[in-house]
């Protein structure tokens, strides 16, 4: 369930794990057939300027949020997107039907990726020449130099984009096992093995986690040859204790992984692998280095994702003596419902209060914080070992790059 962040709602970046757990497969937002008009009929909508005003609104608003995010090539083009769906344009065609989507459903995202499918398949060589993830260079200077050739591609793969529009963004990004593996080297005890399970999957990238290198300045931590280097991995210097804990363990062991997801997606098939390459933004070649790499490992040792529930997936687990079991997850719990949640916050419980220290359990999560914390869409990751009170550690921008020690903020 690790997804892509959108512009956000009240619970933070949206669109993620098949947008939201009660979408089946082939739905698009509100469960949607996006092939129809909403009365039914096949075809363009006759009128839908005010409902159109509003898909033009949310692409502006992902506009601005893929730039805060260093995607200035993805700003760009959803500005031109936004003046092309308000002038009833190709893109304004594509995203027919789907006026009365919410920001959560990440619609800008999903055209974007869609695509970028197309770019990284190579039935849009106009616009490849302006992505850099094919080989493209991107002109900072002129961001919006490829919008002809973008809104051709839409104009001319109108089928191959509305079903994309089906698909809920999946990126499965590995940045965030900076926060936590950081969390995981907070609880471990010093030489026990650990036994992962991780809620909302995805493709099961970040249960290799192991395997991945963390570098920040003269500190690192994992294999050194590793295929999966994140860099820059804190903003600053990694706190005292982390590089105390690093060194206490300089080799993690996972003795099991496991992961759960409603709709997890194969690394190793080529429509999985697409879907996770899509999503990641063309001009951020840290991301897409990452993915590579992660993709590689995942494909000597495939990761073993469960397609089901995280409560009924928490129910199968149990503490076991001589090993550390972890449960951990980053950016999925807003799209699971709340009586789904309540049951897993029963099974972490249960799993808390059976531990001991010869059976040790911890929990850990990287996500927003929620409403009425002041502290609008900030990402933090919160540890609890045991049945101890939950700490949090660190933040870090949605993709978990760079990391930084958590301070409280006031209005």
Not at 19 to 24: H, S, T
Not at 168 to 196: D, H, I, S
Not at 278 to 302: C, E, I, M, N, S
């Amino acid at each position: 369930m690790t997804d892509e962040p959108s512009t956000g709602s009240s619970t933070g970046p949206g669109a993620g794990p098949g947008a939201g757990p009660g979408a089946g497969p082939g739905a698009g937002p509100a469960g949607r057939d996006p092939s129809r008009r909403p009365d039914g009929q096949p075809g363009r909508q006759r009128d839908r300027q005010p409902s159109r005003a509003r898909t033009a609104e949310l692409a502006g608003q992902q506009a601005a949020a893929c730039e805060r995010l260093g995607s200035p090539l993805y700003g760009a083009l959803l500005r031109r997107v936004a003046e092309d769906v308000t002038a009833g344009g190709p893109c304004a065609e594509a995203l027919a039907g789907y006026e009365d989507a919410s920001d959560a459903d990440a619609l800008a995202l999903r055209l974007l990726g869609g695509v970028h499918a197309l770019v990284l398949t190579g039935r849009a060589p106009g616009l490849a020449a302006h992505y850099p993830s094919a080989g493209g260079r991107f002109d900072p200077l002129r961001p919006d130099v490829g919008w002809p050739a973008f809104r051709a591609t839409v104009r001319d793969n109108l089928p191959w984009v509305r079903d994309w529009l089906t698909r809920p963004p999946q990126t499965n990004e590995v940045g965030r096992a900076v926060l936590l593996v950081t969390g995981l080297l907070r609880v471990l005890p010093a030489g026990l093995p650990v036994r992962l399970f991780e809620l909302g999957a995805s493709a099961g990238l970040n249960l290799l986690a192991d395997r991945f290198r963390y570098t920040a300045g003269p500190f690192g931590h994992g294999p050194a040859d590793s295929p999966v280097v994140l860099r820059e991995a804190w903003q600053d210097a990694p706190p005292d204790w982390l590089r105390q804990a690093a060194g206490a363990t300089p080799a993690l062991v996972f003795a099991e992984r496991h992961g759960c997801d409603l709709r997890p997606i194969d690394p190793a098939s080529p429509d999985g692998a697409l879907a996770l390459r899509a999503y990641v933004w063309p001009d951020q070649p840290g991301r897409t280095a990452r993915l590579a790499g992660a993709l590689a490992l995942a494909a000597k040792q495939p990761p073993d994702v469960r397609p089901i529930g995280a409560a009924a997936f928490l129910r199968e687990v149990t503490v076991q003596p001589g090993a550390l079991t972890v449960v951990w997850h980053s950016i999925m719990r807003q799209y699971v419902p709340e009586d789904e949640w309540a049951a897993v916050e029963q099974e972490l419980t249960r799993l808390a209060e059976s531990s001991s220290p010869a059976a040790p359990f911890a929990y850990l999560a990287f996500e927003p914080l929620r409403p009425g914390t002041g502290a609008g869409h900030r990402f933090v990751l919160t540890v609890r070992a045991g049945t101890g009170a939950p700490e949090v550690l660190a933040e870090a921008p949605p993709h978990g790059l760079p990391a930084r020690p958590y301070e409280e903020r006031r209005r």
